[in-house]
């Protein structure tokens, strides 16, 4: 298995301007989650799906912010539009919605806005 | 509601001394328990967990970790400790599967030759 996917793995982009983070979770995982990492705030979880289903999206800063999973094998996180104070490192996870299951982590997005 | 702390924000050992990175939990029944190392640039990994049975676990690189129920504790440990071993640890809990995993703030750990 290639594990978690995510793409693209670093991304410079103007203010203003819209970005699209892309994750492919493990296939036959239920749960996907979604990860802000700072060195202010540390791990911030921004939303989760169960079954391509958004269940929890309280984490997600503002408006500017909206993710989807269209499928079991796809999803989105975007910013629109981008702020200098969006610069972060984005994670993906996915899991099996088992309380046994850890997760597994993409290797992030470094999202740069300038 | 469920919350982890690690009390420690940074945490310096010798190579070849024994490590322990703490972490202690509060939740509202049977906690899930759950150690993650992330090396630099890259994402969390799995390094052991905790379900039920023997309050000892063993995970990958030589760590292991005790569950503690009456000190609510979780602590990571390692005999000798490695320069490699330098790295940022979280840990994180969760009570179900509907659940997330709660994360720590995460402990770096810095091992000196």
């Known amino acids: 298995d290639a594990g978690v996917i995510q793409s693209p793995r670093h991304e410079v982009t103007e203010m203003g301007q819209e970005v699209t983070l892309r994750c492919k979770p493990i296939?036959?995982?239920?749960?996907l989650f979604w990860y802000r990492q700072t060195m202010m705030r540390g791990l911030e979880l921004l939303i989760y799906?169960?079954?391509?289903?958004?269940?929890?999206d309280s984490g997600m800063p503002e408006d500017r912010f909206s993710a989807k999973m269209p499928n079991a094998s796809f999803s989105t996180l975007k910013i629109q539009p981008s702020e200098p104070r969006d610069s972060a490192v984005y994670f993906c996870?996915?899991?099996?919605?088992?309380?046994?299951?850890?997760?597994?982590f993409g290797s992030g997005t470094r999202l740069t806005v300038v | 509601a469920q919350s982890v702390a690690q009390p420690e924000d940074q945490v310096n050992v010798a190579e070849g001394n024994p490590l322990t990175v703490k972490c202690t939990y509060s939740v509202s029944g049977n906690p899930y328990l759950f150690w993650y190392v992330q090396y630099p640039n890259r994402g969390l990994q799995f390094l052991l967990k905790y379900i039920t049975g023997d309050n000892l676990v063993k995970g990958s690189y030589g760590f292991e970790a005790e569950f503690n129920k009456s000190q609510t504790s979780f602590h990571l440990k390692k005999p000798s400790a490695l320069v490699s071993d330098s790295a940022l640890y979280f840990c994180?809990?969760?009570?179900?599967?509907?659940?997330?995993?709660?994360f720590g703030k995460g402990t770096r750990l810095s091992v000196i030759a």
């Open positions: 994180a809990v969760r009570i179900s599967g509907n659940t997330p995993l709660v």
């Open positions: 996870a996915s899991s099996q919605s088992t309380a046994n299951y850890g997760y597994t």
């Open positions: 799906f169960n079954n391509n289903v958004p269940i929890d």
């Open positions: 296939s036959g995982h239920n749960s």
